[in-house]
T-cell receptor, first 109, second 113 residues
C-alpha cells in the first residue's frame, strides 16, 4: 500500500465547475500536509498548506481529517488555467515529504 | 520563498557516462533534497544533502550511483553515474524553508540514449 494515495483521475470538467480531490495517508505520525500543483514539464509548485482547522485561499479550500487520515482539496469556479496535476503531500517532522501519485485535472472550455 | 536555480535544465547523454547537476539557492538553507520524477510518475526522494557530511540516501538509492556534494548552505550537486536509459528522468533540487514548506528548482530533464 502506498503511503499517500489519491484519486487516480483524470478529471475532465467544464469551466465553472466545482471539483474535489481526495487523498489518504497511511503514516499516522504525519504532521504536515500540502497540496502542490504541477504543470506539464514544470516543477511542482506549492498551492497551499493544509491546516487542522481547514483553510481557504480564494477558490481553493483544503481540509484535513486526522482521524480518517484524509485530506481534500476543493476548487470552485474552475478556470482553464487550473488544468494541471495536483499532488497531495504528507510529511513527518524532520523526515521525508511523501508525495502522492497525483490527480490530473483538465478544465474544458 | 528562496530562489532555486538548477543547471543544466536538460541534457541528452550517452549510456555509461556521468552527469553532474548543480543546484544554487539564493539564501542559506538547512534542509536540501534531491528528488527524481520518472516519466508519468510522482516524485521519489533520492537523498537529503547534508552540509559538511555524507548525504542520507533513501532505500533503493546508493552513493556510488548518485554521489552528492553539499559544500555549503547554498549549493549542492547530484551526479548520476554510469547512466543507463532507466535513469532518464527529471531530477529536482528542493529546499525546506523555515515555514516547513518545500520548494523546488525548475528541474533537470535527463535523457539517456
Amino acid at each position: 500500500r502506498k503511503e499517500v494515495e489519491q484519486d487516480p483521475g483524470p478529471f475532465n470538467v467544464p469551466e465553472g465547475a466545482t471539483v474535489a480531490f481526495n487523498c489518504t495517508y497511511s503514516n499516522s505520525a504525519s504532521q504536515s500536509f500540502f497540496w502542490y500543483r504541477q504543470d506539464c514539464r514544470k516543477e511542482p509548485k506549492l498551492l497551499m498548506s493544509v491546516y487542522s482547522s481547514g483553510n481557504e485561499d480564494g477558490r481553493f479550500t483544503a481540509q484535513l481529517n486526522r482521524a480518517s487520515q484524509y485530506i481534500s482539496l476543493l476548487i470552485r469556479d474552475s478556470k482553464l488555467s487550473d488544468s494541471a496535476t495536483y499532488l497531495c503531500v504528507a510529511a513527518v517532522y524532520g523526515q521525508n515529504f511523501v508525495f502522492g501519485p497525483g490527480t490530473r485535472l483538465s478544465v474544458l472550455p | 520563498s528562496a530562489v532555486i536555480s538548477q543547471k543544466p535544465s536538460r541534457d541528452i547523454c550517452q549510456r555509461g557516462t556521468s552527469l553532474t547537476i548543480q543546484c544554487q539557492v539564493d539564501s542559506q538553507v538547512t534542509m536540501m533534497f534531491w528528488y527524481r520524477q520518472q516519466p508519468g510518475q510522482s516524485l521519489t526522494l533520492i537523498a537529503t544533502a547534508n552540509q559538511g557530511s555524507e548525504a542520507t540516501y533513501e532505500s533503493g538509492f546508493v552513493i556510488d550511483k548518485f554521489p552528492i556534494s553539499r559544500p555549503n548552505l547554498t549549493f549542492s550537486t547530484l551526479t548520476v553515474s554510469n547512466m543507463s536509459p532507466e535513469d532518464s528522468s527529471i531530477y529536482l533540487c528542493s529546499v525546506e524553508e523555515l515555514t516547513g514548506e518545500l520548494f523546488f528548482g525548475e528541474g533537470s530533464r535527463l535523457t539517456v540514449l
